[in-house]
């Protein structure tokens, strides 16, 4: 038990580190990491919806879905990484129970999170934010 709520509070850790350190935004205190305006705060809160009806790896396909989509331009359009980061520290919030009962796991928050930095560019900084757990 102790472990999976380090686990959490270092995958919650690391989204600040990188919402700071890309975004040059601090959420302070906050738990949960929202600073998405317009359609994405939408989609956001549809992947929510989503997650919390069970259908996690659904909502994350959606996710997915959108970063690809339109051929976008990965340096130009980092409102989707923004929710991408947003959307896993979302996730990281839920109880271990819930994620095991839903067949998901902090493990795949943090492949999740890796996965959706390397588009970016920014692979090498999630993997050294992740090395130092």
Known sequence: MVEKDYMMRLIHEMVRTIAMLIFHKDQGTEEELIFLEGISRDFYHRLCHVADEGKINEAENMLYESLEENDWDREG??????????FYDYLNAKENDFLE?????????EDGIQSVMKLYGYGELAETLLENR
């Not at 009962?101 to 928050?109: G, K, L, P, Q, T």
């Open 77 to 86: 359009n980092m409102e989707k990484l923004e929710l991408a980061l947003a």
């Open 101 to 109: 009962a839903h067949n998901y796991s902090r493990e795949e928050i």
